[in-house]
Nanobody
Framework: QLQAFGGGLVQSGGSLTLSCVASGLTLDYFALGWFRQAPGKEREGVSCISKNGRSTYYENSVKGRFTISRDNAENTVYLQMNNLKPEDTAVYYC????????????????????WGQGTLVTVSS
């Protein structure tokens, strides 16, 4: 129901844009998030955006470098990643939750019920 695209190999300092397209879901009703899991590490929340798009959250290490956005008409959420670093290397997953109020964007202690398959981002030094 969620499918992520846009991963790849990029040099340190480069940029990538991830996209996540929904099918069978109307994303207007969901807060949307991007998570990542690096080899040997636990999955972590990277960024999320509220249902109405007015609130966002960024994990500290990506603040100022990553931008999350959504296009409800296209049923898509994006993650623009700039100034990528080797430590950003991970499989990135998009996810959706309908458990949040319209203008709230959080990733901790909230269950995301719908997940994409993941897309690999590799940043070389």
């Amino acid at each position: 129901q969620l499918q992520a695209f846009g991963g790849g190999l990029v040099q340190s300092g480069g940029s990538l844009t991830l996209s996540c397209v929904a099918s069978g879901l109307t994303l207007d009703y969901f807060a949307l998030g991007w998570f990542r899991q690096a080899p040997g590490k636990e999955r972590e929340g990277v960024s999320c955006i509220s249902k109405n798009g007015r609130s966002t959250y960024y994990e500290n290490s990506v603040k100022g470098r990553f931008t999350i956005s959504r296009d409800n008409a296209e049923n898509t959420v994006y993650l623009q990643m700039n100034n990528l670093k080797p430590e950003d290397t991970a499989v990135y997953y998009c996810a959706a939750t309908d458990r949040l109020p319209t203008n709230i964007a959080v990733m901790i202690d909230i269950r995301y019920d719908y997940w994409g398959q993941g897309t690999l981002v590799t940043v070389s030094s």
